[in-house]
């Protein structure tokens, strides 16, 4: 299969390491700063004919059956859609998935109606650090997940927020259904250019049957990432960054009694977990994009991107609930990178 890179950053160099992993053809690699391209370059060992500084030559001369966008968030909708309609079959784009609710929606029905598979590069399904913790919480000795709680450091709420909200989807086993935001009132300037603007803060979701996720990415906090998974009779504790998980459960005996038994004897665990990584993850996102098993979706993306503007609506009107089957700003474009 021949394959297509736009954006020569961090991330897409990452990108470029597993489309070399995979043994796929790289037909065009493309980024503006010809630092950036020279990169990729020496890394793929690339001729000078399959490097582009413009990505609509890229799409239109390479010609790839697979596109990865690593750009920044505003020129995703636009590649996407270009790059389905110029007839390429699988594309992986990055998060956040687009800037506006309306963009977002473009990019999965031109997809659609071009035959083009569309993945966003949401990867909690393929890590160990959620998979392991997934599977204890519905078994039959935790009694399945009631409550998250993700404390972190000021990751900005577009750019890692998007992730988590996708990760409670994959957890909880079902989309939110409601959303509450507080936003902190400082805004910290964006690494990534003073065109973008990423908020940090604190929100809430609820899912229809009652699951609670709460992540406080608040600007006043500058490290870590810890979460505690709540269940009907045990507890699951991960640090991310630091690869360490422990837990503690109760007795099988005792989980009959009601929850007011809360200092019941219990049994406890723990083990290390793969820290928090970008590159296998998103290997094998993309992977399961080209098998068309089990990726995440557009969809996927979009119901990210519905709970990031429903916070957003949230802390504008004073932090009320959002219900996320209400009428959102569809087409309100956001400064996120």
Known sequence: MTAALIGLGRMGLRHLDNLLALKLEVVGVCDPFDQARAAAKEKAQLSDDRLYADPVELIAQSKPELLIIATTAPAHADLTCLAAEAGVKAILCEKPMATSLAD???????????????SINHQMRFMDQYILPKQMLDSEQFGGVTSIHVSAGNFGLAMNGS???????????????????????????????????????????????????????????????RVMYGARHGQIFVDELGGKMNWTVRKAEHR????????????EGACDIPPADALVPSLRVLEALLAETDYPTGEDGLGAIRALVAAHVSAKEQHRVVRLDEELPETLVYPWA
Not at 104 to 118: P, T, W
Not at 184 to 211: C, H, W, Y
Request: aromatic share 12%.
């Open 104 to 118: 977002a929606q473009r990019m999965i029905d031109v997809c659609k109606s071009h035959g083009a598979r569309l």
């Open 163 to 225: 992730h988590y909200f996708e990760m409670f989807r994959f957890m909880a086993g079902a989309p939110a259904a409601e959303v509450q935001a507080w936003f902190s009132a400082d805004k910290v300037p964006n690494p990534r250019g003073p065109q973008f603007e990423d908020r940090a803060g604190s929100v809430r979701l609820v899912t229809a049957s009652g699951i609670r996720f709460m992540l406080d990415a608040s600007s006043d906090q500058g490290h870590g990432v």
């Open 256 to 267: 009959d009694m009601p929850t007011t038994r809360y200092g019941m004897p219990w049994e």
